[in-house]
């Protein structure tokens, strides 16, 4: 059995000498006993390639090659096919509203992303609500006193209260025609309500309020 074809031939009792030596290896080919011509095949130019059926799944299995035995461009994106990747095959993109299995080596879907982005804010859309939390944990209280009988402390009760206290209360008194009929204030305030004052006004309709807490 012949593996390298020898470039050149000596004749029995020929002095050997470092050109022939050279001569010899020079021209030396592989022999076609060095391929199995399956799996692997000698080209045109004499070297041994692998052929395509050499490359089998049972070669390409978890651990069998590492990125070492890839060349930088022995691999390109377009070899794989857009049909093949599929988000199943995607392990680790995560699909979660809650964003509670969220890590810092997943992606997300932008369906989810939307989800929590629009979950996050208590409500995500205005429906009347007089009291709404935003997503710092700030929240807002609104509301309108209409009982302005004045010269007198007026409570106003938030109905729900905040949880821990109230940051600071807004008034806006609607209507009075005479600058008598300014003198709105609040006296005290706490995480329930508060008491204003009011005075007796021409005009007065009442007052509008905002309170914002945590």
Same mark, same amino acid.
């Given at each position: ?22 001569? @010899? ?55 794989? @096919? ?7 095959? @995607? ?36 429906a009347g609500e007089e ?73 007065? @309709? ?9």
């Open positions: 059995m012949s593996i390298i074809n020898k470039g050149t031939a000596f004749s029995n009792g020929e002095q050997l000498s470092a050109n022939k030596l050279n001569s @010899l290896v020079d021209g030396a080919t592989f022999g076609t006993d060095s391929v199995d011509n399956a799996s692997t095949i000698v080209n045109a130019n004499g070297a041994i390639t692998v052929r395509d059926s050499g490359v089998t799944d049972a070669k390409l299995a978890s651990g069998a090659v590492s990125t070492a035995k890839i060349a930088a461009d022995a691999v390109t994106t377009a070899k794989i @096919l857009d049909a093949n990747v599929t988000f199943a095959k @995607l392990t680790d993109v995560i699909d979660d509203d809650t964003m509670a299995a969220a890590t810092d080596s997943t992606l997300a879907t932008s369906e989810s992303i939307k989800a929590y982005v629009d979950g996050g804010f208590t409500p995500s859309t205005y009291s709404v939390t935003l997503p710092n944990g700030l929240i807002m209280k609104t509301g309108f006193f209409s009982d302005e009988t004045g010269g007198e402390d007026k409570a106003v009760d938030y109905g729900s209260a905040f949880p821990n206290a109230t940051i600071s209360v807004q008034l806006t008194q609607v209507g009075g025609t005479t600058s008598s009929s300014s003198n709105v204030r609040v006296i005290t305030y706490s995480a329930s309500g508060f008491t204003m004052y009011v005075n007796t006004g021409a005009g007065v @309709l009442g007052n509008f309020w905002q309170a914002i807490g945590y």
